[in-house]
């Protein structure tokens, strides 16, 4: 009886070790811990998910693949600008963009060129539906020149007779302002990576300075005085456009797309 027990215990180690050994080397069976072993094992496990958390956390996540974006629109602040602008995606739906815009116009009498070069900020393109925020920020420059022309009726000693002289004058003004613009605007069309906006603000200099010149020292029959008063004149005339403070009224048409 009690080789028959020994025979059936030397077949069941040796079948343990021969089926146990592949399975113990493959880690599906674990060798015992102590209750210590266990706890340091639990802790090492919640510290390596705090700080996996942590780093998700300190990673913010773009809301949209797109990495840049290009835009062509009007800027409507009188007088109107064509504009061009590049943006950058950042995190949580902000972007950044660098602006530029020209517009110039000649008639007879005056010539006008303005330029505008600025940043501009915005949110909520692709978190929102229908609504954006922006925000601009730069410096706008405008040149008038404003032909004039003055007639004189000079007597001629010798004959007695009249004659109508004819000056021709040009005032000359450059004004450099800072604008600050802030807006809401409307996503009208989006599909994929374009999309059609209009925006509703305001464009207010917040800093400006204007200088006026002309092309010629004396006109015959003014005085220096007359000249001086004549020149303050135009400056209030202008300064009376260029310091206000306009409705922004901007349309844009704006393509994302993907670098990286």
Sequence with gaps: MLNVFSRFFLLFAIG??????????????KP???????????????????????KKKKKPKKLATEDFGISAGLMTFLPPYPSIQI???????FQLGFEFGY??????????????????????MFSSDAIFYGLGLGTRKINVDDSEEYRQIVPN?????????????????????TLIMPRVGWKVYR?????MTISLGIAAPIGSRHDMTRDVE???????AD???????????IDKYATATLPLLSFGFNYYFDVW
């Design 87 to 93: 943006n950058v995606v950042l995190p949580k739906d």
């Design 32 to 54: 015992p811990h102590s209750s210590s072993e266990e706890d340091d094992e639990n802790a090492e496990q919640t510290e390596s998910k705090s700080k996996d958390t942590d």
């Design 191 to 195: 599909k994929k990576g374009m999309s």
């Design 16 to 29: 343990a070790f021969v089926f146990g050994s592949p399975l113990y080397a493959k880690g599906k069976i």
């Design 218 to 224: 004396t006109i015959p029959g003014k005085s220096a």
């Design 157 to 177: 000693e010798t004959t007695g007779a009249s004659t109508e002289q004819v000056s021709y004058v040009t005032w000359i003004s450059d004004i450099s302002q």
């Design 103 to 124: 517009v110039a116009f000649s008639s007879t009498e005056f010539s006008i060129k303005s330029s505008y070069m600025g940043i501009d900020f915005k949110y909520g």
């Design 227 to 237: 000249l001086d008063g004549e020149k303050d004149q135009k400056i209030k005339d």
